[in-house]
């Protein structure tokens, strides 16, 4: 599937997790610091993911100046 | 929401948030139906979701948004707050640094050999609070939120800055003639949460970190407190609940009793001369 990762912006393909919670540990990333999104929907930790999804990774510590 | 063990379609999540909203306002009085609020929006999830839930809400509101002069980075922060104010046919102040004060942010830090991040503090908390009181309004709300205020906790306790910890809470009062009332109505509501909102209600926010704060010492807290948070839910809302129980029990919040006027602009500092006027002063003596 691909990744959109932020913090920095960036792409990246990763094979293998079945759902958002694998998906966050293969990462490393804590699920209370990011939302993960399919397309303009919020999927929970136990959500099942396809080799052919695009999901994005959104931290949730952000900004605005 | 891990912290209340449930998950939650989008129409429960802004029942929630609103919900979360109303309460913090109603346990710390912090304003009235007939109060002019004044929201400091900087163009992230944060402050928009504030102003959003405060529009819901029925409030009398307008945001206040300053450019800081850090680049595209602020031009991407006023252009979604302007554009958010627009979409809602919602009133917006605008403060630029750089016409009002002579001088962005990075400038002022290079010029006061302060740190970005503390030269952009003292330039928010003074307009914040002067441009509140010139145009009338009763109370300065932001978007501080449960991680915001728990990671410093954190801090202050690391550190035991007592006087700090004194000062820390969801309402202040306005204890100077010259100062407006300050709150936080969104201090029960977690980052995640608030992130959450602002997708399901499709706000458009500044989703990058601000480049000058790289490395912040916040970032760090916010980063323990979300390791414990995830080990055992429920953390940071007990440790910060925890503390506000605790300072009402036994009164440890208190004015700040050396607070005066600036001998300058006249402005509430704890100084001879505020640390605003100090900063001016740099630049108008700048070769």
Not at chain 1, 14 to 28: A, C, D, E, Y
Request: with cysteine.
């Amino acid at each position: 599937m691909r990744v959109l990762l932020q913090h920095p912006k960036r792409e990246t393909e990763i094979k293998g997790p079945r759902t958002v919670g694998q998906l966050l540990k293969r990462l490393n990333l804590l699920p209370e610091a990011v939302l993960v999104l399919r397309g303009d929907e919020l999927v929970t930790e136990d959500e099942a993911l396809k080799e052919d999804d695009i999901v994005e990774i959104r931290p949730v510590i952000s900004g605005g100046a | 929401m891990p912290r209340h063990n449930t998950s939650v379609c989008g129409a429960c999540l802004n029942d929630y948030v609103v919900e979360q909203v109303k309460r913090a306002i109603k346990d710390h009085t912090m304003f009235g139906r007939d109060d002019r609020i004044l929201v400091a929006v900087s163009g992230g999830k944060d402050s928009l979701s504030l102003w959003d839930v405060l529009m819901r809400l029925g409030y009398d509101t307008a945001g206040l948004h300053i450019q800081q002069g850090i680049g595209d980075y602020s031009g991407q922060s006023h252009q979604k707050t302007a554009a958010f104010a627009e979409s809602r046919g919602a009133e917006l102040i605008f403060h630029s640094l750089k016409e009002e004060e002579g001088a962005g942010v990075l400038e002022l830090a290079e010029l006061t050999d302060r740190s970005p991040c503390s030269a952009c503090g003292v330039m928010k908390r003074y307009n914040f609070n002067k441009i509140a009181r010139d145009h009338g309004f009763d109370v300065l709300a932001t978007g501080h939120n449960l991680d915001d205020e728990a990671s410093r906790l954190l801090g202050n306790v690391l550190r035991w800055q007592e006087d700090y910890l004194a000062k820390q809470s969801p309402a202040l009062p306005a204890s100077h003639e010259t100062l407006v009332k300050k709150v936080k109505p969104l201090y029960r509501l977690a980052e995640r949460e608030i992130t959450a909102y602002a997708v399901v209600n499709r706000i458009d926010y500044v989703i990058e970190e601000c480049p000058m704060s790289v490395g912040s010492k916040m970032f760090v807290n916010k980063e323990v407190l979300n390791r414990l948070e995830t080990d055992s839910p429920g953390t940071k809302q007990a440790f910060y609940f925890g503390f506000l129980e605790r300072q009402k029990q036994e009164d440890l919040a208190r004015e700040d009793e050396t607070i005066r006027s600036c001998g300058r602009c006249g402005q509430a500092t704890t100084a001879a001369i505020c640390s605003y006027c100090r900063i001016l002063e740099k630049v108008k003596t700048a070769p």
